[in-house]
């Protein structure tokens, strides 16, 4: 089921896997990041999702404005979200990639469930469901 599709993102939850998706497709103005990612967070939190793929491979860099907002306040909400597992998919960009990695990599405390990277999307939704 789709709960978000612009033409930066898309956000759909797979009921019978339980698996949120967030893939995003391209740049978009500040607002509309910060919004997005606050949207994500609420429907996990609505669902109880158990399960997340976060596919940021055409994810543009960000400003240094969204890369703390990001680190500071969005890493804090994810982190306490009822997720069992969460797959990410990192972005082609090279700078786009280094600023994912510090967004959690810096953070204080590790996320309390399961993650792992992957290359390509198939492989992150097997995992996810796969027996734990």
């Not at 860099?61 to 009822?82: K, S």
Request: with cysteine; net charge negative; proline share 6%.
């Amino acid at each position: 089921m789709v709960y978000f599709q612009t033409d930066y993102l898309l956000v759909e939850y797979h009921v019978a896997s339980h698996v949120l998706l967030s893939q995003w497709y391209g740049k978009c103005s500040s607002l509309q990041y910060r919004q997005a990612l606050i949207k994500l967070i609420r429907l996990a939190r609505e669902l109880e999702a158990p399960y997340a793929i976060t596919d940021s491979r055409l994810l543009s860099p960000l400003d240094p404005d969204d890369l703390a907002w990001t680190r500071d306040i969005f890493a804090q909400a994810f982190g306490q979200l009822p997720f069992k597992r969460s797959a990410s998919l990192k972005p082609f960009d090279p700078t786009a990639s280094r600023q994912f990695q510090q967004v959690f990599a810096n953070s204080s405390s590790p996320l309390p469930f399961e993650t792992r990277e992957f290359e390509d999307l198939t492989s992150a939704y097997e995992w996810l469901i796969s027996e734990e």
